[in-house]
């Protein structure tokens, strides 16, 4: 081989090496690109789900801030529900004993009020019935007096009778000191004649009549009694009859035991 085929051949070779070079070189430009391009795009999506787990992040310490709020206040509820219960069941508590010592208070006053009526019965045995009556209701004791077993027709005089009635009955209140004592007057609905000027007069004078004996002849402690007169406006039987005006004409003594300890339970 000679010399100037030897060289062409050493160009040939070069420059085909030389076009192969620059061919990788293209292609491995050409890949780098492709990598840079893949390597933003993975870029973009790694900052995406990071954003996004961030966010979910975020959303997890709200709803677990919520969660701690929501069981404090359940806890906070849970503390005044049981305070509620404990605040309702000691009111509750102390209404029952309250009901229970007036239930016993009325019991009391109902066996107070049994026992002054059977004394009163004893005191006062030996009386006709149509004279002179005893009952209990509202709490008290009712002594009914008959016209004709204390006064003259139309007077406010206590006859004798009447006054031995008396002096028995202010022998039970005596020893009975915390008794109050109310003393009624009653007419029937025929207009008064004569001394006193209508029939609240003659009622409220046979009443004060009472009074004046029970404190002056008896000792009856002034303190406890009261006189009223009610004429003809409280009747017990009808006016249009003799037997029913009869019944009407009457002096009430109204005898109560002691009620100051249910008052006070009353009011608290």
């Not at 900052?47 to 310490?61: C, E, F, Y």
């Not at 509750?92 to 049994?114: E, F, I, P």
């Not at 009653?186 to 004046?212: C, M, Q, Y």
């Not at 303190?223 to 007169?229: C, L, P, Q, W």
Request: hydrophobic share 40%; aromatic share 4%; net charge positive.
């Amino acid at each position: 081989m000679n010399r100037k085929v030897f060289c062409s051949l050493i160009i040939i070779i070069i420059v085909a090496t030389s076009c192969v070079a620059k061919r990788k070189l293209i292609d491995a430009q050409m890949q780098y690109r492709t990598l840079q391009s893949d390597s933003a795009l993975m870029a973009s999506k790694i900052a995406d789900q990071q954003s996004a787990i961030n966010k979910l992040q975020s959303d997890v310490n709200k709803l677990q801030s919520d969660v701690n709020a929501l069981n404090q206040q359940n806890t906070q509820l849970s503390t005044d529900a049981s305070n509620k219960v404990n605040s309702l069941q000691q009111n509750l508590q102390t209404q029952q004993k309250r009901l229970q010592d007036l239930q016993n208070l009325l019991d009391q006053q109902r066996k107070a009020t049994t026992d002054l009526k059977n004394k009163m019965i004893s005191a006062l045995t030996g009386f006709s019935n149509s004279d002179l009556t005893i009952t209990q209701k509202n709490g008290k004791v009712y002594v009914s007096l008959s016209e004709k077993f204390l006064f003259p027709s139309g007077s406010a005089v206590v006859n004798d009778s009447g006054k031995i009635a008396l002096s028995k009955l202010a022998a039970v209140l005596i020893s009975n000191p915390d008794i109050g004592v109310d003393i009624e007057g009653h007419t029937d609905s025929i207009p008064i004649r004569g001394k006193f000027e209508d029939n609240w007069a003659l009622s409220t004078a046979r009443a004060a009549s009472v009074v004046r004996i029970l404190v002056n002849n008896y000792k009856v402690d002034p303190t406890k009694v009261i006189a009223s007169g009610h004429a003809w406006f409280d009747p017990v039987d009808v006016n249009s009859t003799p037997e029913g005006r009869a019944r009407n004409r009457r002096t009430e003594i109204i005898l109560t035991p002691k009620l100051d300890e249910i008052y006070k339970l009353l009011e608290q």
